[in-house]
């Protein structure tokens, strides 16, 4: 048991004045130095030498706390890295032939059988928002494509597309396509 707990010190060490001695600790009276206040003090500074004893018992020896601190700082590059060089290889996903939005990875394309642009009278430019990967133009068509009289070319670099029509269609119909194949319109123009 420790010298310095509590019950130790109640049970083995004498009292003078309500204040607990340590073993071998005298009260003298007048102006002698063993006070009990004083012996008090030296008992708190003597726990506190035996507690800083015990942190220091604690320290991991030659250094390797400092190289474990290291190896988690290490630890948390690597995880960094990681986590940025798939966000890096998602974000040029786009460029591929790879779809990381999963909306079109098993999409079949529309064919527009008159592929003529004299047929088509009508041009409308769409601004499309929502596409993400290589796929998404070709939902985009698709989606446009399936409005009869319709042939619609759709560029994920521009984010644009070129809508041409045999007869006027209405901007709701436009839409609501768009919008049911996951994506918005959001701004139509006649301007290519």
Not at 36 to 49: G, K, L, Y
Not at 80 to 94: D, F, G, H, L, W
Not at 106 to 118: G, W
Request: aromatic share 8%.
């Amino acid at each position: 048991m420790c010298p310095f707990s509590h019950k130790a010190r109640r049970s083995e060490t004498p009292t003078v004045h309500g204040v607990h001695l340590l073993s071998g600790a005298s009260v003298t009276s007048g102006s002698g130095t063993n006070r009990p206040h004083t012996d008090a003090r030296r008992s708190r500074n003597r726990r506190t030498e035996y507690y800083q004893d015990i942190d220091r018992s604690t320290d991991f020896p030659n250094g390797s706390e400092r190289a474990l601190s290291l190896l988690w700082v290490n630890i948390l590059t690597i995880v960094v890295a990681v986590i940025s060089t798939i966000a890096y290889m998602i974000y040029t996903s786009r460029a591929r032939n790879i779809c990381t939005c999963g909306r079109g990875a098993n999409a079949i394309p529309v064919e527009v059988e008159d592929r003529n642009p004299k047929h088509y009278p009508y041009e409308l430019v769409f601004y499309i928002g929502g596409m993400r990967c290589s796929k998404c133009p070709m939902l985009v068509e698709n989606a446009l494509n399936s409005i009869d009289g319709v042939w619609a070319q759709v560029s994920l670099a521009d984010e644009k597309a070129l809508v041409r029509m045999k007869q006027p269609v209405k901007k709701t119909t436009f839409n609501k396509a768009v919008n049911d194949a996951g994506f918005r319109i959001l701004k139509m123009t006649t301007e290519h």
